[in-house]
């Protein structure tokens, strides 16, 4: 299972920014695809999940209200659709692939069975 995100960059504070997340290897729908980030000198954090049948999504605290997540079971792409951007918001965004983990746990894990390389968001003031 291949995991590819893309779409960071640079924005300024309020500013809208989409990443996206190509999976491959896998039969797409029966896996939750989420989102992480990582902060300089900080542990990584979940920022939000999606379902397999995308009936379900779990969002951080921290991004509620703020961030979407969809996904596209035909193309095996999930989005993260970023809305009213901060400065602590910047952070490398990493996606995540579980077949097993249910997406009400992913808030506290993890330990997940495949990553993406990752993408820079950063966010000025």
């Known amino acids: 299972v291949q995991l590819q995100a893309s779409g960071g960059g640079l924005v300024q504070a309020g500013d809208s920014l989409r990443l996206s997340c190509a999976v491959s290897?896998?039969?797409?729908?029966?896996?939750?695809i989420g989102w992480f980030r990582q902060a300089p000198g900080k542990d990584r954090e979940f920022v939000g999940c999606?379902?397999?049948?995308?009936?379900?999504?779990y969002y951080a605290d921290s991004v509620k209200g703020r961030f979407v997540i969809f996904r596209d079971n035909v193309k095996n792409t999930v989005s993260l659709q970023m809305n009213s951007l901060k400065p602590e918001d910047t952070a490398v965004y990493y996606c995540?692939?579980?077949?097993?983990?249910?997406?009400?746990?992913?808030?506290?894990?993890?330990?997940?069975?495949?990553w993406g390389q990752g993408t820079q968001v950063t966010v000025s003031s």
């Open positions: 290897g896998c039969t797409f729908r029966n896996y939750v």
């Open positions: 999606i379902s397999g049948s995308g009936g379900s999504t």
């Open positions: 995540a692939a579980d077949k097993s983990a249910p997406s009400y746990i992913w808030y506290r894990t993890t330990n997940l069975d495949y």
